[in-house]
């Protein structure tokens, strides 16, 4: 729990002002808190339990996992209001959000060789099988239109969003031995 004397420590969990307000937030990873509190001196006003922050979208939203409902939500910072985007098999291991904030990317399992694609709007889920034996990142491209993967192996995959096919690859390593 935080508390009014290590509000201001240097080594206290994260914190960001949210804009156009007199409040900021502090999100505590290891115990999963979100706090709203006021800027002048600390107090709490409203706290979320049980929420990890997964991704920031602006000063003013981020996107929070509820591991206990399977659920990832849009929480407006400002109103503290939780929308519930959608449904997850099981806590992701990865998620990325798109530039343009209409898909999520979302890989589960460290050692995984497919990744799911939630189209916000539409409530659409793609899945990714990927011909490497796992992924260890992902990321879109600036326009929305790819998802790249990549390995240890030093290999990474361009996949077209839209039609969920393989486009090429960037980069292959052939010197690697196991």
Partial sequence: ???????????????????????????????LIINI???????SSVQLKGYQIIKHS??????ALSGA?????QLGLESMQLEKLINVSTEPYAIELSP???WICIKYGEYGNYIELHDLDINRVKKLTLSSKHVD????????KYVLTGNCFGEIE???????TRKGILFTSISHND
Avoid: H
């Fill in 1 to 31: 729990m935080i508390n009014k004397d290590d509000f201001f420590n240097v080594y206290s969990p994260e914190r960001k002002f949210i804009a156009g307000s007199t409040y900021l937030y502090g999100y505590d990873a290891r115990n």
């Fill in 37 to 43: 509190r006021t800027i002048t001196n600390g107090a």
């Fill in 58 to 63: 602006n000063q003013n939203e981020a996107y």
């Fill in 69 to 73: 409902a399977k659920k990832i939500y």
């Fill in 100 to 102: 343009d904030q209409k």
């Fill in 137 to 144: 990142c992902f990321t879109f491209s600036p326009k929305n």
């Fill in 158 to 164: 361009i996949w077209d969003v839209n039609t969920v």
